[in-house]
Antibody, heavy 120, light 108 residues
Framework: QVHLVQSGAEVKEPGASVRVSCKPS????????MHWVRQAPGQGLEWVGWVYPNTGGTNSPQKFLGRVSMTWDTSISTAFMDLSSLTSDDTAVYYC?????????????WGQGTTVTVSS | SYVLTQPPSVSVAPGQTARITCGGNNIGSKSVHWYQQKPGQAPVLVLYDDSDRPSGIPERVSGSNSGNTATLTITRVEAGDEADYYCQVWDSSSDLVLFGGGTKLTVL
């Protein structure tokens, strides 16, 4: 059974950057998309983007372009999400989650979440 | 841009049937996925491709998708079904993943 293990909580000042890691365990990750989804306090789910480990390709909504970088380190089989120019609006729980297959498919395994707090 | 609309809340008595809708323009032409999220926990996939259940999800949970509305149906509702439910699609025209705003299911 696959598990996704994420890095620990982060507290950052406005304008800083944050890196969240996500390491699958249990089975190889080949052929699946790794999505990032966030949830602000008391709010719904918001898709941040995906990285496709096989090619390193990425995609994310316009609102994150230029601020988010999603990568897959093949040597350690770990996904990373970097978010820069943080504001209080970025305070949220960030989840990595595995796509069942293509980008259009559902997300069947979720990490435990990483709380990112942006505060001065 | 494509928008998914869910009712903020649905209430149902134990043993009854809960229906949670997800509206979108011609959503019937897309594959809809549903997630359950309990307080303090990560979401869990409960339906994929409109109506398929992952292993471990009870047969009480079913789904349909036609026209402009997709529906998640839970029969014989139990207290443990109380949670937030989110629908999700991939919009091919924009190549973006979209979530509905979520519906809080309350078991009376």
């Amino acid at each position: 059974q696959v598990h996704l293990v994420q890095s620990g909580a982060e507290v950052k000042e406005p304008g800083a950057s944050v890196r969240v890691s996500c390491k699958p365990s249990g089975h190889p990750f080949a052929g699946r998309y790794m999505h990032w989804v966030r949830q602000a306090p008391g709010q719904g789910l918001e898709w941040v983007g995906w990285v496709y480990p096989n090619t390193g390709g990425t995609n994310s909504p316009q609102k994150f372009l230029g601020r988010v970088s999603m990568t897959w380190d093949t040597s350690i089989s770990t996904a990373f999400m970097d978010l820069s120019s943080l504001t209080s609006d970025d305070t949220a729980v960030y989840y990595c989650t595995r796509g069942r297959g293509g980008a259009f498919e559902g997300m069947d395994v979720w990490g435990q979440g990483t709380t990112v707090t942006v505060s001065s | 841009s494509y928008v998914l609309t869910q009712p903020p809340s649905v209430s149902v008595a134990p043993g009854q049937t809960a229906r949670i809708t997800c509206g979108g323009n011609n959503i019937g032409s897309k594959s809809v996925h549903w997630y359950q999220q309990k307080p303090g926990q990560a979401p869990v996939l409960v339906l994929y491709d409109d109506s398929d259940r992952p292993s471990g999800i009870p047969e009480r949970v079913s789904g349909s998708n036609s026209g402009n509305t997709a529906t998640l149906t839970i029969t014989r509702v139990e207290a443990g079904d109380e949670a937030d439910y989110y629908c999700q699609v991939w919009d091919s025209s924009s190549d973006l993943v979209l979530f509905g705003g979520g519906t809080k299911l309350t078991v009376l």
